[in-house]
């Protein structure tokens, strides 16, 4: 799995770039890693029945998809109860990466300077006739802690495709 990078140095438009490269890998590493985890944990009859993921699945669904199975949908119910305790973090992390992807960052020379970059969210979409945005501020250390949640969500499933390839050499 990738490590988070340590930076000890102010926020500058360059390396908020910087990290906003690694946020980005990180999330698509999380994305491949669940789908792995998918692959390996639900069990021959549960894919007999089942439609298969497509490359255009959504973390967030592939999420949903983990929390809807059961101890009979699985090759190890241990292996589900792990993955079950980090999905409320998992689907955080989702949303904020949906966030991430689709909201307009601004890089404000003067907030710069203060070590703060803002979100723009639109957040009332019911009415055509305004869109409101909210400016959400986000430091340096914000982003690298998001960066550690999803490297830690990485490792966690890392983690669970390892034991289940195992379990599978097994049998």
């Keep these: 799995m990738l490590s988070c990078p340590k930076h000890a140095y102010s926020m500058n438009q360059q390396n908020v770039f910087q990290i906003f490269g690694h946020i980005t890998v990180f999330f698509s590493t999380l994305d491949f ?7 390996e944990l639900v069990s021959d009859s ?3 029945v089942k439609q298969p993921l497509k490359d ?3 973390l967030g669904v592939k999420l949903k998809l983990l929390d809807a199975l059961g101890e009979q949908d699985v090759i190890s119910s241990v292996v589900l109860q792990q993955i079950k305790l ?5 689907f955080k992390v989702a949303n904020e990466r949906n966030r991430f992807m689709h909201d307009q ?3 404000a020379p003067q907030t710069l300077e203060n070590g703060i970059i803002n979100r723009m969210s639109l957040t009332d979409l019911k ?3 305004t869109v ?4 959400v501020p986000y430091t340096y250390s914000d982003l690298e802690d998001l960066l550690r949640r999803i490297g830690a969500l990485q490792h966690t499933f890392g983690e669970a495709v ?3 390839q195992l379990l599978s050499v097994k049998h």
Excluded: G, Q
């Design 33 to 39: 890693v669940v789908t792995r985890c998918i692959i």
């Design 46 to 48: 549960y894919k007999a």
């Design 56 to 58: 255009s699945t959504t």
């Design 86 to 90: 980090v999905l409320p973090e998992a």
């Design 105 to 107: 960052w601004v890089f």
């Design 127 to 129: 009415n055509w006739n």
């Design 132 to 135: 409101p945005t909210a400016e």
């Design 162 to 164: 390892n034991t289940l």
